[in-house]
């Protein structure tokens, strides 16, 4: 039996690019700036190279349970659900004031309205629309 992926859909995509932008902020590698660095070193009561190693560790710690316990994978998900449901909506209304809630599919039948988010997502993931005249 071979498996097959589902079909990629826009909030998979939105979930995918926030797991990832999460990931990345979670695993922040910053450090002093050099202009700090030289006034730490300048100064007479400068902080140890052990001191700020401990400090941006404890920082990057910090950072890491943060995003673990801010972002969870159920946040996420609901962000991704309500970013597509937005871009549907803008789309929805553009396609509505162009044609004045009709579509004529070419080829795919006849003309008909699209009344559902799900007939919304199908049309504008694998139509092509050509507003009636």
């Known amino acids: 039996m071979e498996s097959t992926d589902p079909p990629p859909t826009l909030e998979r995509f939105l979930q995918a690019f926030l797991t990832e932008q999460i990931s990345l902020l979670s695993q922040a590698n910053f450090r002093p700036s050099f202009t700090w660095r030289a006034a730490n070193s300048a100064s007479d009561d400068g902080l140890s190279e052990d001191a700020i190693q401990y400090a941006l560790s404890r920082a990057r710690g910090v950072v890491a349970q943060h995003c673990r316990r801010v972002y969870t994978p159920q946040a996420t998900r ?56």
């Open 78 to 133: 609901v962000l991704s659900e309500r970013l597509e449901n937005d871009y549907l909506d803008a789309l929805s209304e553009e396609l509505d004031d162009r044609t004045d809630g009709f579509f004529d599919f070419t080829d795919h039948g006849p003309t008909e309205s699209i009344s559902t988010d799900a007939d919304l997502s199908e049309f504008a993931v694998s139509r092509c629309c050509v507003p009636l005249s």
